[in-house]
């Protein structure tokens, strides 16, 4: 039989300052205040946080390498799922923190500092999605605007899912966020003539099935199809 456990200094931190940010308010917490609940030194603190803010969000680097690593695997024909999954991603981890990421958007919720952070990491996502999104639609007169409405939606079909999530008003945020995403990609078709334009844009009329692959399974991707498809 193994004893219990023992919790990081980086875990212990975020423990003591959700607890003290609860009790105190943010704004009365101090970094003194977090070390001494957790129990280390405010050195430890600040070789693992390098502010109080930065106890509050989840490792947002991290996540970022992890979506810049799918997208990277996607090629001119898997690229739209590739975004769709690096959305997911990022979907998942707020899914697996739980009552620590609602803790979170309750406190962001009444601090302006916080919900500034916020939006300048909502950006960040945006800049990267928009790269992509530029590099796989190729150079054209409108392709920078286009790539940067996409990046744009993107982030804001997450956003919408991740919050109705956090406030409780729906328990299925992954088939949401298929069917936001599905509805993100019919507003933004490829442009007529250029190297990813269905047959159909060319020709005028008709319908256009677009096949693309997914590690998903077909049960899994099929609600989300019918979904897109009632939208149009």
């Known amino acids: 039989m193994g004893g219990r456990m023992t919790k990081s200094a980086g875990d212990r931190l975020v423990d003591a300052a959700f607890e003290l940010f609860d009790e105190r308010g943010y704004e009365q917490t101090t970094v003194d205040d977090i070390a001494d609940r957790a129990q280390v030194s405010r050195t430890t603190f600040f070789r693992t946080y390098r502010s109080k803010e930065d106890v509050i969000f989840p490792a947002h680097d991290r996540l970022m390498d992890a979506v810049r ?40 919720s009444k601090v302006a500092v916080l919900r500034d952070r916020e939006i300048a990491t909502a950006a960040r996502y945006q800049r990267l999605f928009r790269d992509f999104i530029t590099a796989w ?72 099935v677009v096949v693309l692959h997914s590690p998903r399974e077909l049960a899994d991707i099929i609600p989300a199809l019918q979904r897109a498809i009632d939208a149009l």
């Open 137 to 208: 639609m190729g150079p054209s007169a409108h392709s920078a605007l286009r790539a940067e409405l996409m990046a744009a939606a993107v982030v804001a079909a997450h956003n919408h899912v991740l919050r109705r999530w956090l406030r409780g008003d729906t328990t299925e945020p992954l088939r949401e966020i298929d069917a936001a995403m599905a509805q993100v990609v019919a507003l933004f078709p490829p442009p007529a003539g250029s190297p990813h334009a269905p047959a159909a844009n060319l020709v005028g009329g008709g319908t256009t």
């Open 69 to 108: 690593q799918r997208l990277a695997t996607s090629n001119d024909s898997t690229a739209i799922v590739a975004v769709s999954d690096a959305v997911r991603l990022v979907l998942l981890r707020y899914i697996e923190e739980g009552d620590r990421a609602r803790q979170r958007y309750a406190i962001t």
